[in-house]
C-alpha cells in the first residue's frame, strides 16, 4: 500500500536486488513494444529508446536520493540521541543551532568554530543517517515533502496508472484466450481473423463475444481475490520469472533463425511520425520501476554502487528491447498488439508463414500471458484498491464495512474491466496508460520529490553530505525532466486528436 512505510526486513545481495528490478521491469510492455517499432519505424524507434532509458535511469537516481532524504528526516524526526549527536558534531563543525523545525534542529555557520570535530566518532551514527535502511513507499515520501495539492496529484496519477495496468491486463489475457479457444479457419487466407468472424463452426458466437466472454471467466476467477489481502510469494516470483525468460528466449531464437535463413517478411520504416504517440508511451511504461523501487533497493545489503549497477541494469535493459523489437519487425510483415499472438497460427495470415510447427512451442507462448499476467493481477487490484481508501480517508469518519470491504473492491476491478469490453487494443492501452499516468509516476513525482527534498535538505540537513546524492546534481536537471515531460504530453496529446480527426 502506498504510504506504508516498514523495515526493510530480510536482505539480499545486490545482484539478486538488480534482478528484481530487471524482472520488474520487464514485463507487460515488452509484448507490446514490437508493434510500436513496427509502426515508429526502426531508426525512430531506437533513437526514442535510447532517450526514454535515460530519462527513466535519470529520474530512478532521483527516487534513490529522495528515499535517502526521507530516511534522514524519519532518523531526525524520531531518534533522540541520534539527534543530540548531531547537534554535538555540528556545533564542534562551526555550525550553531539557529531554531528548530518540526524537532529537526537548523544549523548555520559559524566561521569562529574550530572546522574540525574534537568528538569521538566511534558511534558513527551521524554518518549513516541517509542510508536506506527504511523502506518508504513513495506515497510516504510525497506526505513528507509535498503539500495536500502535490499528495492529492501522486495518488492521482498511481490510481490512474494502476487502473490502465489492470486494463491492460483484463484485455491481454482474454485475447490471449479467444485466440487459443477460436477455431474456424478463414475460407479466406489473405485475410487475419477479425472481431465479426465465428468464432467455433456451428455456434453464432463471436470473436468479439467470444472475446467477452472471456473477460467475465477472468472477472469471476480472478476478481474476488481483491477481497482480501494477498501477497506474492518467492515461489510465483521464481515461477512467473522462468516462465517469463522461457518464453521470450524462444521467441527471439524462432526469430533469429527466421532472419538467419534469409526468410525474414518483414520490411519497416525507417521514419513514421505518425507512430510516436504510441511508441512513447509504451517506452514510458517498458521502463517503469518507479513506484516500486523503495521495495525493492532498500533490502540491498551493500548500496554503495546503487547507481552504477542501476546503470547497468538499464542498459541491459535496453538491450534486451532492442534485440526483441528488431527480431520481431523483420521476421514479420504484420506484427500483433501482444507479440505473442504472432507465434499462434489463428493470429498469422498466409504472407506471414507460421514460424514454428511445434505445437508446444504455440500453446507455450500463447499461454505465456494469461499466466504472467493473471498471478499479477489480483496484487496490482488490492494494491489500487488499498491506494483508492487512502485518497478518500477521512480519520474523523472511519469507512463504513460495506464501503470498506465491498465498494472499494469493486471501485477497484469494474472500471478496468469495462475498459477491456470497450476495447481490446493492448497497444492503444499501454500507449495511454505509460504517456499520462505513467509520465507522471515516472517523470513527474520523481523530479517533484528530490526538488522539495533538496530544498528541505538545504534547509535543515545540509552539514551531512548526502552519500546517496544523485549524481544529476544539478538543479537544470530537474527542470529538464519538468520540460520534457510537458512537451511530451502536449506533443502526444495533439497527435491524438489530430489522429482522430
Same mark, same amino acid.
Not at 474476488?224 to 516462465?243: A, D, E, R
Not at 511504461?285 to 516500486?292: G, Q
Not at 488499498?386 to 469494474?414: G, Q, S, V
Given at each position: 500500500?502506498?504510504?506504508?512505510?516498514?523495515?526493510?526486513?530480510?536482505?539480499?545481495?545486490?545482484?539478486?536486488? %538488480?534482478?528484481?528490478?530487471?524482472?520488474?521491469?520487464?514485463?507487460?510492455?515488452?509484448?507490446?513494444?514490437?508493434?510500436?517499432?513496427?509502426?515508429?519505424?526502426?531508426?525512430?524507434?531506437?533513437?526514442?529508446?535510447?532517450?526514454?532509458?535515460?530519462?527513466?535511469?535519470?529520474?530512478?537516481?532521483?527516487? &534513490?536520493?529522495?528515499?535517502?532524504?526521507?530516511?534522514?528526516? %524519519?532518523?531526525?524526526?524520531?531518534?533522540?540521541?541520534?539527534?543530540?549527536?548531531?547537534?554535538?558534531?555540528? &556545533?564542534?563543525?562551526?555550525?550553531?543551532?539557529?531554531?528548530?523545525?518540526?524537532?529537526?534542529?537548523?544549523?548555520?555557520?559559524?566561521?569562529?568554530?574550530?572546522?574540525?570535530?574534537? *568528538?569521538?566518532?566511534?558511534?558513527?551514527?551521524?554518518?549513516?543517517?541517509?542510508?536506506?535502511?527504511?523502506?518508504? *513507499?513513495?506515497?510516504?515520501?510525497?506526505?513528507?515533502?509535498?503539500?495536500?495539492?502535490?499528495?492529492?496529484?501522486?495518488?492521482?496519477?498511481?490510481?490512474?496508472?494502476?487502473?490502465?495496468?489492470?486494463?491492460?491486463?483484463?484485455?491481454?489475457?482474454?485475447?490471449?484466450?479467444?485466440?487459443?479457444?477460436?477455431?474456424?479457419?478463414?475460407?479466406?487466407?489473405?485475410?487475419?481473423?477479425?472481431?465479426?468472424?465465428?468464432?467455433?463452426?456451428?455456434?453464432?458466437?463471436?470473436?468479439?463475444?467470444?472475446?467477452?466472454?472471456?473477460?467475465?471467466?477472468?472477472?469471476?476467477?480472478?476478481?474476488?481475490?481483491?477481497?482480501?489481502?494477498?501477497?506474492?510469494?518467492?515461489?510465483?516470483?521464481?515461477?512467473?520469472?522462468?516462465?517469463?525468460?522461457?518464453?521470450?528466449?524462444?521467441?527471439?531464437?524462432?526469430?533469429?533463425?527466421?532472419?538467419?535463413?534469409?526468410?525474414?517478411?518483414?520490411?519497416?520504416?525507417?521514419?513514421?511520425?505518425?507512430?510516436?504517440?504510441?511508441?512513447?508511451?509504451?517506452?514510458?511504461?517498458?521502463?517503469?520501476?518507479?513506484?516500486?523501487?523503495?521495495?525493492?533497493?532498500?533490502?540491498?545489503?551493500?548500496?554503495?554502487?546503487?547507481?552504477?549497477?542501476?546503470?547497468?541494469?538499464?542498459?541491459?535493459?535496453?538491450?534486451?528491447?532492442?534485440?526483441?523489437?528488431?527480431?520481431?519487425?523483420?521476421?514479420?510483415?504484420?506484427?500483433?498488439?501482444?507479440?505473442?499472438?504472432?507465434?499462434?497460427?489463428?493470429?498469422?495470415?498466409?504472407?506471414?508463414?507460421?514460424? &514454428?510447427?511445434?505445437?508446444?512451442?504455440?500453446?507455450?507462448?500463447?499461454?505465456?500471458?494469461?499466466?504472467?499476467?493473471?498471478?499479477?493481477?489480483?496484487?496490482?487490484?488490492?494494491?489500487?484498491?488499498?491506494?483508492?481508501?487512502?485518497?478518500?480517508?477521512?480519520?474523523?469518519?472511519?469507512?463504513?464495512?460495506?464501503?470498506?470491504?465491498?465498494?472499494?473492491?469493486?471501485?477497484?476491478?469494474?472500471?478496468?474491466?469495462?475498459?477491456?469490453?470497450?476495447?481490446?487494443?493492448? *497497444?492503444?492501452?499501454?500507449?495511454?496508460?505509460?504517456?499520462?499516468?505513467?509520465?507522471?509516476?515516472?517523470?513527474?513525482?520523481?523530479?517533484?520529490?528530490?526538488?522539495?527534498?533538496?530544498?528541505? *535538505?538545504?534547509?535543515?540537513?545540509?552539514?551531512?553530505?548526502?552519500?546517496?546524492?544523485?549524481?544529476?546534481?544539478?538543479?537544470?536537471?530537474?527542470?529538464?525532466?519538468?520540460?520534457?515531460?510537458?512537451?511530451? %504530453?502536449?506533443?502526444? &496529446?495533439?497527435?491524438?486528436?489530430?489522429?482522430?480527426?
Amino acid at each position: 500500500m502506498a504510504g506504508d512505510i516498514t523495515s526493510s526486513g530480510a536482505q539480499y545481495p545486490t545482484v539478486l536486488g %538488480l534482478i528484481y528490478v530487471f524482472n520488474l521491469i520487464v514485463g507487460t510492455g515488452a509484448l507490446a513494444m514490437p508493434k510500436s517499432f513496427h509502426s515508429a519505424g526502426w531508426l525512430l524507434s531506437i533513437i526514442f529508446l535510447v532517450i526514454l532509458a535515460f530519462i527513466s535511469y535519470l529520474t530512478v537516481t532521483f527516487v &534513490t536520493e529522495a528515499m535517502a532524504v526521507a530516511n534522514f528526516k %524519519l532518523k531526525m524526526g524520531r531518534n533522540n540521541k541520534i539527534r543530540t549527536t548531531f547537534a554535538r558534531r555540528h &556545533t564542534f563543525l562551526g555550525w550553531k543551532p539557529i531554531r528548530h523545525k518540526k524537532d529537526t534542529i537548523v544549523y548555520e555557520n559559524n566561521e569562529e568554530q574550530p572546522l574540525l570535530d574534537q *568528538e569521538d566518532d566511534s558511534d558513527g551514527n551521524a554518518n549513516k543517517l541517509y542510508d536506506i535502511t527504511e523502506r518508504v *513507499e513513495m506515497g510516504h515520501m510525497a506526505s513528507l515533502f509535498f503539500n495536500k495539492v502535490g499528495v492529492l496529484f501522486f495518488y492521482i496519477c498511481i490510481i490512474v496508472y494502476l487502473y490502465g495496468d489492470l486494463a491492460i491486463y483484463g484485455a491481454a489475457v482474454p485475447k490471449s484466450l479467444r485466440n487459443l479457444a477460436c477455431t474456424t479457419n478463414l475460407t479466406d487466407t489473405n485475410r487475419t481473423a477479425n472481431d465479426d468472424d465465428i468464432c467455433w463452426p456451428g455456434s453464432d458466437i463471436s470473436r468479439k463475444n467470444a472475446y467477452r466472454i472471456f473477460i467475465v471467466v477472468f472477472a469471476l476467477v480472478l476478481g474476488p481475490f481483491t477481497f482480501f489481502n494477498v501477497q506474492k510469494t518467492g515461489y510465483l516470483q521464481i515461477f512467473t520469472s522462468v516462465f517469463r525468460w522461457t518464453a521470450f528466449t524462444i521467441m527471439v531464437v524462432l526469430t533469429a533463425i527466421r532472419l538467419s535463413h534469409g526468410e525474414g517478411k518483414g520490411h519497416p520504416p525507417v521514419f513514421n511520425f505518425s507512430g510516436i504517440p504510441n511508441l512513447f508511451g509504451v517506452c514510458v511504461y517498458s521502463f517503469m520501476c518507479h513506484h516500486s523501487l523503495p521495495s525493492l533497493v532498500t533490502p540491498i545489503k551493500n548500496k554503495n554502487q546503487i547507481f552504477n549497477l542501476l546503470a547497468a541494469d538499464y542498459f541491459l535493459i535496453l538491450l534486451f528491447y532492442a534485440l526483441l523489437s528488431f527480431t520481431a519487425i523483420f521476421a514479420f510483415d504484420e506484427i500483433n498488439d501482444v507479440y505473442t499472438l504472432n507465434f499462434f497460427p489463428n493470429s498469422n495470415s498466409d504472407s506471414q508463414q507460421l514460424i &514454428t510447427d511445434s505445437k508446444f512451442l504455440q500453446y507455450f507462448l500463447l499461454l505465456f500471458p494469461v499466466f504472467t499476467l493473471s498471478t499479477n493481477f489480483p496484487i496490482i487490484a488490492v494494491t489500487l484498491r488499498n491506494n483508492l481508501k487512502t485518497l478518500f480517508y477521512n480519520p474523523e469518519k472511519p469507512y463504513h464495512w460495506f464501503i470498506d470491504r465491498i465498494f472499494f473492491p469493486l471501485l477497484a476491478i469494474i472500471p478496468p474491466l469495462i475498459i477491456a469490453i470497450i476495447t481490446d487494443e493492448v *497497444e492503444f492501452l499501454v500507449g495511454i496508460t505509460g504517456s499520462y499516468a505513467g509520465s507522471g509516476i515516472q517523470y513527474i513525482v520523481p523530479a517533484l520529490l528530490v526538488y522539495f527534498a533538496r530544498k528541505e *535538505e538545504f534547509l535543515t540537513f545540509n552539514p551531512l553530505p548526502n552519500n546517496k546524492k544523485s549524481m544529476f546534481k544539478s538543479k537544470y536537471w530537474v527542470w529538464f525532466v519538468m520540460v520534457w515531460s510537458a512537451f511530451c %504530453l502536449i506533443f502526444v &496529446t495533439a497527435n491524438h486528436v489530430i489522429l482522430k480527426s
